[in-house]
Every structure is written in structure tokens, then in C-alpha cells.
């Protein structure tokens, strides 16, 4: 390239930049600056962290601005151009690569920019609109030089100018004053300019991909909901889990504000309201889920079942509006509509043993078991519901037995839990051979993933039932379980010198007692062993130290010894 050449382009360079610097702010421009706002965001200790430039693209209060300014930080505000202040509620969108952020402001009925309806060409002239506290007097111009397509087809203009990075995430107008996209960070002598239609890729997602995640997670304002309703529920359902009630409740009032006639969410805001104590709210919410529902059947059973739930597992404090008998009333109307729906029969039998009207629980799973519907589940809580009511034990191991009887052979893992209450039923009747071998058969169904307790159980009934060599093969492998677990080796030093095996309760005191020196217990145990084992002086001396920590039973043992 020639030197004049060289030159000439510099300078054409040049005058674009202070043409872009000094041109004049259109007429359209006083009308768009309504629309701009100053961004501060704020460390999680309030401490201003950065300023910038944001914009409504719509008048509820959603905005745009540069994602940088809102990395980090735990809360932000925006100041329009008549310098009031609105708080941001919500963060809508974000992605870092191309360095833009969508949210939410707490206004309503604000200036937007209006949104061009085509893609600008190249040679057009674009201007970029950065916020200012007082009037407008120029903002930079310049041509579109080349255009080309990102992802969802979204246009990616280099424009004949470069902006320092304070215009970072501003609007670009065209000719018309109409919003075509917002600035990228420049090279050398270009800018460049994002196509508005990115902020539409812009969302929530009830399962978002890593990058949008980690691009979200890195901003630590709360975040709104995804596009849809029915995302949004998804969505709320994954942060029931996670989030506390109030921040839980900011996203369901999000969503009922944005979806007022559905219904299912202000059956899922009842639950927070209840957990907050605010039961009038709960209450209005539950009946104007009913009203909305199509399904006034199944609007029934959830209503009966979170008044039943309410009063179970929250009785303090008491809402006198709810009842057991509500909540009967609730279901009841649900069964006229449907009464086939075993879901609807089971809830109604747990309120009945919520209210503990055993008797009446008896004879609505008797009803069921005498129909087609008659099921293991059914005849398990019909044998909770006998025991209520304080019918024999029989009665209820005959209640499992008819469960269990459903079953195909062999018997499938679901059976497990309906031998054990048996086992157990048998165990309260004194049948302990037979409790035994249903802990056996249990703990094959369950593929012998059983946990210490179950073996410490089990022990004490094979001990009861003389199943002494059974016993310790059990108390030993609850020991391997737990180790740490004093009160195991107690029941097993008991155990050995039941049965007479001195040596191995000698042992077992002193593996306790390797770990617990003073367990006054394991000291006693082993001081009667030893003198009953031909080592009377140290099982005397062992008592002593056990009688000197103040165990009576110990004293009694060396009266009896020493005489």
C-alpha cells in the first residue's frame, strides 16, 4: 500500500471517530433517553462495586445491560434519567460469552425502546445511547460495515467506530430511533454490536446447561422464573428443596402474579404461607385453587391432604379453621365425584387414624379389602388401624398374613417391610422363634442391607428365644458396624457370661474398654469374669475401681466375693 494511500485511510479513520464523538443527538433521542438507566451493583457488605449503563426493551421492567456489571454482585439498582431509584428484583437471563445480563426492575408502566423489526444493512447509520444525568447533547454514529449471523440466526454487525468501555452493554438505535442491539466490546477501530433478538435466548431454565448455570451462579441477586408455565413449575418444584420460605415465596408470588389462572400455583404457595404461620393467606390460596381447578375432584384431595398433613406434622400453632373433620369433608366430596380412586380411599383412611377414630378406620379398609380394590398396602394399614383401636394381636398378625398371602413365591423386595411388621407383632405376642424367622426372611428380602440396629433387634429376640450362638454372631456383627457403640459389647459381655464363655467376655470388656478406660460398666463385667475365671485377684481389684467410681453394683459383687 502506497504512503498517500496509508494516509488518506488514516485519516478517513480519523474523521469516522470524531464524527462519531461530535455528530448531534437526533430528535428521537430526549424520547429514548427515558428509557436509559444508570446500573450501580453492590458487594454482598452493600459497598458500590460497579456503574453502567442499562435499558428497558419492554415497559414491566425488563432491561438489558453488560453482564460484567453484575458479576459478583449480591444487589443492584438503577436510577432513571429524572434520578428516582428502583431496587432490581430479578435476574431473567445471562450469558458470559457474549457478555449481556437481562432483569427485572420493580417498576411497572415504564419508557422502552422500541424494538426494529428488521435487521439493519450494511452502510446504514446506527447510534449508541449511553446514560446521562443531564440533557443529551450528542451520542456517537456510524455505519454498519459488515453483518453476519450467530447463534439462532441473530445478526453480529462490526460498525465503523470504536468505543471505549464505558458504552459496554448501551443500545444501538438505528436512523429510525428503533433499538437494533446493544454494544460489544471494540478491536483496533471497529465496534461491534450484539443483534437485539440474543435477549431473547436470554432465560431461566428449569434445567440449564453448565455454562448458563455457572454464568447465572456467579450473580447472586434472586433469580425470576423461566418463559413458560409450565417450565416454571418444574422449576419451582427443583428449588421447593433448596431455598428458604421467603425467598421459596418470592418466587411463587413471581409466578402468580405472572400466571394468575393457574391454579397450581397457589396450591404450591399454600405450603410456604403454612410453614410462615400465615394460615388466613394459605386458606384463601387453597380456595381460590379450588376455583380455578378443572379437576375439582383431585382439588379436594390435595386440599384435605395439606389440612391433614398441617395438623399432623405442624399442630403448634393451631389454626382453628382446619379440622380433621375439614379435611374429611374434603375428601368425602372428592369420593362422591370419584369414588373408585384407590388414592382418594387410602388418604381418607390416614385422616380417619389422624383423628384417631380407629374404629372408623377399621371398617373403611375393612370396606376396601371386601371389594376389588383389596391390596397388601391396604390390609398393612388395616393392622396399624386394629392396633389403634386396641384389638388383639392376632387380629393384627392376621391382617400382614392376608398381606402377605397377595404376594406371588418367592416373594419380591416390596414384601420386606410387611414381614417385619409381622416379625415385629409376633415379637409384642412373645412368639419369638416366629419374630426371628421373620427378621431372617426380611433381611433377605432386603439383600441383607440392614443396619445396626436390625442386628441389635434381632439379637434380643434370638435371645429370647434361647438362639444364644445367634445372638452373638449378631451382636458381633453389629459391633463390626459400629464400633464405637458401647451399649453392643455390654450385651454382648452380658450374653457371654450367660452362656459361660468367659474368655471371650474377658476379651470383649477389654476391647471396650480400650476404647472407654473409665466405662464403669465394661470395668464390673470384667472384674465378676476374671474372678469367675480363676483370676480373682485382678477381677477384685477391676471392681474396685468400678465400686470407687460409684457403681453400687459392683459393690454388691465384691460383698458377695470377699465373704
Keep these: ?84 431509584k428502583s431496587p432490581v428484583k430479578w435476574i431473567l437471563g445471562a450469558d458470559d460469552t457474549y457478555s449481556l ?24 447509520l446506527v447510534f449508541t445511547l449511553k446514560y446521562s444525568k443531564g440533557k443529551l447533547a450528542s451520542c456517537p454514529s456510524a455505519q454498519v460495515s459488515s453483518i453476519k449471523t450467530i447463534a439462532d440466526n441473530c445478526p453480529y454487525y462490526t460498525v465503523s467506530y470504536a468505543t471505549d468501555e464505558s458504552y459496554q452493554g448501551t443500545p444501538v438505535l438505528n436512523a429510525k430511533g428503533e433499538l437494533i442491539g446493544t454494544t460489544q466490546p471494540s478491536m483496533g477501530n471497529n465496534g ?132 380433621f373433620d375439614l379435611a374429611l369433608d374434603y375428601i368425602n366430596k372428592a369420593l362422591e365425584e370419584q369414588p373408585d380412586v384407590m388414592e382418594y380411599k387410602m388418604l381418607k383412611g390416614q385422616i380417619l387414624m389422624s383423628k384417631k377414630d380407629f374404629r372408623a378406620a377399621v371398617d373403611h379398609y375393612e370396606a376396601i379389602n371386601s371389594s376389588k380394590d383389596r391390596s397388601p398396602e391396604v390390609y398393612y394399614a388395616a393392622s396399624i388401624a386394629h392396633e389403634g383401636a386396641g384389638d388383639s394381636l392376632s387380629v393384627q398378625i392376621a391382617m400382614i398374613d392376608s398381606a402377605l398371602a397377595m404376594f406371588p413365591t418367592p416373594m419380591p423386595a416390596e414384601a420386606a417391610k410387611y414381614v417385619l411388621r409381622r416379625g415385629q407383632l409376633h415379637a409384642a405376642a412373645e412368639q419369638y422363634r416366629e419374630a426371628v424367622n421373620d427378621y431372617n426372611q426380611y433381611c433377605f428380602l432386603s439383600n441383607n442391607q440392614v443396619n445396626t440396629s436390625f442386628y441389635y433387634d434381632r439379637a434380643k429376640l434370638e435371645q429370647k428365644a434361647k438362639m444364644y450362638q445367634q445372638a452373638l454372631d449378631d451382636l458381633t456383627t453389629a459391633i463390626g458396624m459400629a464400633p464405637q457403640a458401647s451399649m453392643l459389647y455390654i450385651e454382648k459381655c452380658a450374653l457371654l457370661l450367660k452362656v459361660n464363655e468367659l474368655d471371650d467376655c474377658i476379651t470383649t470388656a477389654n476391647q471396650l474398654l480400650s476404647l472407654e478406660p473409665q466405662n464403669v460398666n465394661a470395668l464390673r463385667i470384667l472384674g465378676y469374669a476374671q474372678t469367675q475365671n480363676g483370676e480373682k485377684a485382678k477381677g477384685i481389684a477391676n471392681l474396685k475401681k468400678a465400686a470407687d467410681m460409684g457403681d453400687e453394683s459392683a459393690k454388691e459383687l465384691l460383698k458377695t466375693i470377699e465373704e
Excluded: C
Design 192 to 323: 461491534y454490536v450484539l443483534g437485539i433478538g440474543f435477549a431473547d435466548t436470554l432465560s431461566i431454565k428449569a434445567i440449564t446447561t453448565r455454562v448458563n448455570s455457572l454464568a447465572l451462579e456467579s450473580i447472586h441477586i434472586a433469580k425470576g422464573l423461566p418463559d413458560n408455565a409450565s417450565e416454571s413449575l418444574v422449576y419451582l418444584y427443583m428449588k421447593s428443596t433448596s431455598m428458604g420460605n421467603e425467598e421459596y415465596l418470592d418466587l411463587l408470588n413471581l409466578f402468580v402474579e405472572t400466571y394468575p389462572d393457574n391454579a397450581e400455583g397457589y396450591f404450591r404457595r399454600a405450603t410456604p404461607l403454612i410453614d410462615l404461620h400465615r394460615f388466613d393467606e394459605a386458606d384463601r390460596d387453597l380456595q381460590t385453587y379450588y376455583k380455578l381447578s378443572t379437576d375439582k375432584a383431585l382439588a379436594n384431595t390435595k386440599i384435605a391432604d395439606i389440612i391433614n398433613t398441617k395438623l399432623v406434622y405442624q399442630p403448634e400453632p393451631p389454626y382453628e379453621k382446619w379440622t
Design 1 to 84: 500500500m502506497k504512503l498517500k494511500t496509508i494516509i488518506i485511510t488514516t485519516l478517513t479513520i480519523v474523521t469516522l471517530t470524531l464524527k462519531a464523538q461530535e455528530a448531534a443527538a437526533p430528535k428521537w433521542s430526549s424520547k429514548a433517553m427515558k428509557a436509559i438507566v444508570e446500573v450501580l451493583t453492590y458487594d454482598k457488605d452493600g459497598n458500590l462495586m460497579k456503574k453502567g449503563t442499562g435499558f428497558y426493551i419492554n415497559t414491566e421492567g425488563v432491561a438489558l445491560a453488560d453482564y460484567q456489571l453484575f458479576k459478583d454482585a449480591y444487589s443492584a439498582v438503577v436510577v432513571d434519567v429524572n434520578g428516582e
Design 101 to 124: 445480563v437481562k432483569f427485572k426492575v420493580n417498576t411497572k408502566k415504564n419508557v422502552a425502546l422500541t424494538q426494529a423489526e428488521t435487521v439493519s444493512s450494511e452502510g446504514a
